[in-house]
């Protein structure tokens, strides 16, 4: 197929903040982004998956302050790890965008001044509460304790600023998600999205006076725009709008947008999937399919902030257990959504279990028979299976729309979750059929055995690839799956395994982590 033909998917990660190094946060959620981005393109879709920094505002603009060196040197230098990362974590993603780039700030001059002309942006003066943190705008009655909902110190702010007219959207907002009931998930995260619209909204302060790290609004040199306002406008900008613009891509735009999913989580859902909506309504641009919310993690119990100084460095992580480990264990260990608690305990226990003992000595063993005692031949499958082969071979041509289900909504755990438990109904086949004992009394029934066997790890190995793209390449190079017969199409029965190569002495591909047990 080529990439005309093919279905597109383009989904988007938040853009991460500079003003701070990249921790787990924001590893999980270009992860999930990666792995379902990954699970596309082996679907057959032609998929583009954007991430990239939001480098404007008074957060950045201080923290380089505190840094003493000019926000722009400040911002090339912290945005280059967040790009590092694609590296080190193997992401996928096809673009990385940053707000400072010039194609950006067209895009969000473009946006203003479609707002602007069309009567959604007026001047007037903000009077109110600001927390830098949270880069949000809070009313006296959201305060608690004199501080933001969220725990940000706010301070008080009196100057000229542009409005959005928000309020004029919240009727069109709320008949918007009741014909799009899967415009948020989780679900319970849309119920919360729904009933902060329908307790009304108010017109949104959109620029800054006081400071000058900010996309220019156009024609009024006193102001840059509302950070929220610019970074939301990156969605649009990668795709190549405007399109009349010195950067546009008429073909590009029309191909890419509407975003199928905008991942973030839970504490910016409300800039997602409020505020760009209505921003996208009132220019009159199609508004993305989806957004999703996901949950945040906790370190050992522990909420994971600055002044306690637990952040989790995902490459520490990933240097100490693998970074395939490391991928599987943030996508498996918590539902997808919900809150989490990372622990060194809960890493090992997935690790040794899911990874070294349940698919990784499944791999290990059968292939190692088929070394020793097959002299190496992949044998062939079955002509005529048992129920038990039988049984075991439906359980695994049945997953993929399962499977396919389940990242179509997000719930990653689950697509998971419903792999192993494939990987555990072949370990259950594996000891009861016990080909190690049937190399003396029915040597032949052993191949069969084994054929079954190795026909399921390809399947579980090409369905793993989105996840663990590294180890998935080794167990599918050790059982002689050839590069291109790896993709999604060669499983749910479509092809089986090829006999008669010869397959090299296996080496495991998931280790146990004996070292920490240990102690
Ligand atoms: N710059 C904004 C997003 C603009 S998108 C148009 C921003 N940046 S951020 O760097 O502060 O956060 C990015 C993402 O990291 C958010 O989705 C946030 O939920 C996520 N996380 C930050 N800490 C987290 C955890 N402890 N656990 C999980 N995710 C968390 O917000």
Redesign the pocket.
Known sequence: MTSQSKPKYYLTT????VNDKP????A??TLACDFLARFKRLDGFDVCLLTGT?EHGQKVEKAALDAGVSPQDFTDSVSQNFRDLTGSLNFSNDDFIRTTESRHKAACQALWNLLRDRGHITLGSYSGWYATRDEAFYTESELVDGMAPTGAPVEWVEEPSYFFNLSHWQDKLLAFYEAHPDFVGPDSRFNEVKSFVAGGLRDLSVSRASFKWGVPVPNDDDHVMYVWLD??T?YITATGWPVDGNFGDAEKYAHLWPADLHM?????LR?HAVYWPAFLMAADLPLPKRVFA?G??TNEGQK?SKSLGNAIDPLALADQYGLDQMRYFLMREVPFGKDGDYSTQAMIHRMNGDLANDLGNLSQRVLSMVFKNCDGVMPAFPERPTAEDKALIAAADALLPAVREQMDRQGFHEALRLIWQVIADANRYVDAAAPWALKKTDPARMAEVLAVLAEIIRQVAILVQPLMPDSAEKMLDQLGVVADQRSFAQIGGATRLASGHVIAKPEPVFPRYVEEEAV
């Open positions: 938040p853009i991460y903040y921790h787990i946060g924001h999980y959620t939001d970074a939301l990156n973030v989580g839970k504490d910016i800039f996901h945040w993690w994971i």
